[in-house]
């Protein structure tokens, strides 16, 4: 009894210390702009506005940056899924010549610093003319993302037995039937956590959105927000307000798919 008490105080502990930033960002959001920055904190909420968040919303370029970043989004999501799991149901169900180094390229690439890429990836896009080109920013996040969610993939994939395969085969099922009705139900958990690894990835990235985009309209979100600090200062309070609407699309995500989220990288851990 003793230690399940100690063990959940301890839990309870570190959930107050992850938990508190966010209610620290939400709490300031809906502070008036007099007390954001006064020496004295306050815990609880006194004086509730929602002036930073129309101040934020009013801001130019949100609507042009907000299409911009869901557009980027939804393809990312869907190109990384779709090119994974045929590439790992290739890495998973066939036997080629390079397979082995593929994989150890792959791992290799988990283990490069993102900023080392910012170079060959901008001079990669220029000779190929897409600089400045929301598909080229979506290519690069697909990029990013491919060698996890393969890899990902992959492990969900080695834990599917090939008798289940084999016998719809013998049923008349082709390989391209197979890989819809039989291999995508059983992996989407692990798609689902994939997509979501996908979504994060580009939806928060700011470096790259900014280094390959040179014209404003075609920003994203997380560039727009630096349009709150300039050389007069820096609005906090609509910086922060906008970061709380940022913010929520991901929550609002991850809620709709955090039990498959669970499921998946639970599973993803164990197999292959």
């Known amino acids: 009894m003793i230690r399940r008490i100690g063990r959940n105080a301890t839990a309870a502990v570190f959930c107050l210390v992850w938990i508190f930033p966010v209610y620290w960002m939400v709490l300031t959001a809906f502070k008036p702009a007099g007390r954001i920055l ?44 779709v090119v994974a799991f045929l590439a790992a149901t290739a890495l998973t169900r066939f036997r080629f010549f390079g397979r082995r180094g593929f994989l150890i390229g792959v791992l290799v690439l988990q283990m490069v610093p993102v900023p080392a890429l910012v170079i060959p990836l901008f001079l990669s ?55 819809r009705s039989v291999l995508l139900p059983l992996v989407l958990p692990g798609l689902i956590a994939t997509s979501v690894f996908a979504f994060i990835t580009a939806w928060n ?18 560039v727009w927000l630096v349009s709150f600090s300039t050389s ?3 609005d906090y309070g609509g910086l922060i307000a906008a970061s709380t609407l940022f913010a929520l699309p991901v929550v609002v995500f991850f809620a709709l798919v955090q039990r498959h989220l669970v499921e998946g990288m639970t599973a993803g851990a164990v197999k292959g």
Not at 158 to 168: N, Q, R, T, Y
Not at 205 to 212: G, M, P
């Open 205 to 222: 990235d700011f470096l790259f959105a900014y280094v390959i985009m040179k014209d404003s309209s075609g920003y994203t979100l997380p």
């Open 38 to 81: 006064q020496p004295t904190p306050e815990f609880l909420p006194v004086d509730v506005t929602l002036g930073n968040f129309a101040g934020a919303l009013a801001k130019p370029g949100f609507v042009q940056d907000l299409l911009n970043s869901v557009v980027v989004v939804v393809a990312v999501v869907v190109l990384s899924i």
């Open 232 to 234: 007069t200062g820096t």
């Open 125 to 179: 896009l220029k000779s190929a003319h897409l600089l400045d080109t929301l598909f080229g920013l979506v290519l690069t996040y697909v990029a990013l993302v491919l060698p996890f969610t393969i890899w990902t993939l992959r492990g969900f994939l080695h834990g599917i037995p090939v008798e289940l395969e084999e016998a719809a085969m013998v049923d008349g099922a082709t390989r391209g039937r197979v890989m």
